[in-house]
């Protein structure tokens, strides 16, 4: 009995976690348009945001993964808070010295923490209890990002795109005021990072005193021997795959969701970030739904499902014209909702003591969301039709629907 309250202690804390990267993830399709204002970039140079970002998750998955191999999830989770405050904080210097470069790199040092975070407290979650409702239980963990997916875009609208000027207002000012007021407008980002970076020290002293349950490995089983041997693991493989055109799928989706409503449907920015809220009611509720799907549906069954129908809803997006596409959009975020946990889930199935290098390499993967959403800028830019950018997410969520298929099969290794 008291093992089982410190299990859901400890994953009510972790669980945590997953509200507050969710929260800093979906404050980046506000940025996305603030920046792009700010310094007049296109729609390519503002993806740097995402790719600022997801590079950081490339190059730091490894590193967290032997942080937790060598120092435990507790001290990865308060490691990953550290570095998630500190780039919170640098978001005061870089507004103050009106540089996009600084921006970018404030947002890779937070994404290191995310990406320490990621690494311990996926596995973490679906540790903790029964191994045959992991999927579940990481599923209703994730449901908190979901959460955090509705909040974020209409809390941060509000905080940082409502202090903006229009046009209309920049055209009609000199060169010298014109940079005054846009440095004003780079400047309503300090407020709510820095409240942020107040929170996230505040849970890491939380960890540092907190008992958390010590998921050691099972002592019948060899602890991984390298990055490469986990590789052996057939639906690892996959899974790897999956994820990183996945990820790329919702970064596109997400990100750059206000300047695809303000084009395909004309709607303003403030109400693109409520619909872009509505997004992220839709994965949430999606997350609750899909768990509890999950007790009568196979998981790797309703990811094929759910893949499929995201794959006709790319096509509405693609070829649709006034507010059917911002619904298409908003029906396609409620079909990813499962898909990260899903597929993670799946991916570190029976690595036995692979598990913490097979999350490091799904964890890599996320690479996807620095990588796609820039093809996706790209053919916006080229054809000057944002909504032709869908293709990206189409092909997208036709590999994850493979994996659902067959790529999730668990094929034992006879030398191992």
């Known amino acids: 009995m008291k093992e089982n309250k410190s299990y859901w202690v400890a994953f009510i804390l972790v669980t945590s976690l997953f509200f507050l990267w969710g929260f800093a993830h979906n404050l980046d399709p506000i940025l996305i348009p603030h920046l792009k204002k700010s ?20 190059l730091m998955a490894l590193p967290a993964g032997f942080i937790m191999k ?20 640098l978001f005061i210097p870089s507004a103050n010295e009106q540089s996009y470069n600084y921006f970018l790199i404030a947002l890779f040092i937070i994404a290191c923490g995310l990406t320490i975070l990621e690494t311990a407290a996926n596995p973490y979650a679906a540790a903790l209890g029964d191994p045959s409702s992991a999927t579940q239980r990481l599923n209703l963990a994730q449901s908190f990002n979901g959460l955090a997916a509705a909040l974020a875009p209409v809390i941060g609208a509000r ?46 002293v939380i960890f540092a005193f907190i008992h958390l349950p010590n998921m050691k490995e099972d002592e019948t089983q060899s602890s991984g021997k390298n990055i490469f041997h986990a590789f052996k693991h057939r639906h690892l493989s996959w899974a790897v795959v999956a994820q990183f055109f996945y990820v790329g799928a919702q970064v596109s989706v997400f990100s750059l969701f206000i300047l695809y409503a303000t084009k ?7 109400k693109a970030a409520d619909y872009l809220g509505a997004c992220g009611i839709a994965f949430l509720v999606g997350r609750f739904l899909g768990t509890f799907f999950m007790k009568y549906i196979r998981p790797e069954r309703l990811l094929m499902l759910y893949s499929a129908v995201n794959i006709l809803l790319c096509m509405v997006a693609i070829m649709a014209t006034g507010m059917i596409t911002v619904y298409a959009v908003v029906a ?51 054809s000057n039709n944002i ?30």
């Not at 490691?79 to 904080?89: M, Q």
């Not at 449907?265 to 403030?270: D, M």
């Not at 991916?347 to 799904?362: A, F, H, P």
């Open 264 to 270: 395909s449907a004309g709607l303003t920015e403030i």
């Open 332 to 382: 396609i975020c409620f079909f990813m909702s499962i898909m990260f946990p899903t597929i993670f889930s799946l991916g570190i199935k029976s690595l036995k003591g692979d598990t913490e290098y097979g999350s490091s390499l799904i964890i890599m993967s996320i690479v996807g969301g620095a990588i796609l959403p820039r093809i996706f800028g790209y053919i916006s830019d080229a």
């Open 387 to 416: 909504q032709l950018g869908y293709f990206v997410p189409l092909v997208c969520f036709m590999v994850t629907c493979f994996f659902g298929w067959k790529g999730y099969l668990v094929i034992e290794n006879k030398n191992e």
């Open 70 to 89: 060598k120092l435990g999830y507790k001290m990865g989770i308060i490691i990953g808070l550290l570095f998630f405050a500190t780039g919170c904080f």
């Open 159 to 204: 905080l940082i795109l409502t202090k903006g000027f229009t046009d209309a207002e920049l055209n009609g000012m000199t060169e010298a005021a014109r940079k005054i007021a846009l440095a004003a407008e780079a400047s309503s980002v300090k407020m709510p990072y820095t409240i942020l970076g107040i929170v996230l020290l505040c849970i890491a």
């Open 39 to 58: 310094f007049t970039l296109t729609t390519t140079q503002s993806t740097l945001i995402d790719s600022a970002v997801f590079i950081a998750y490339f």
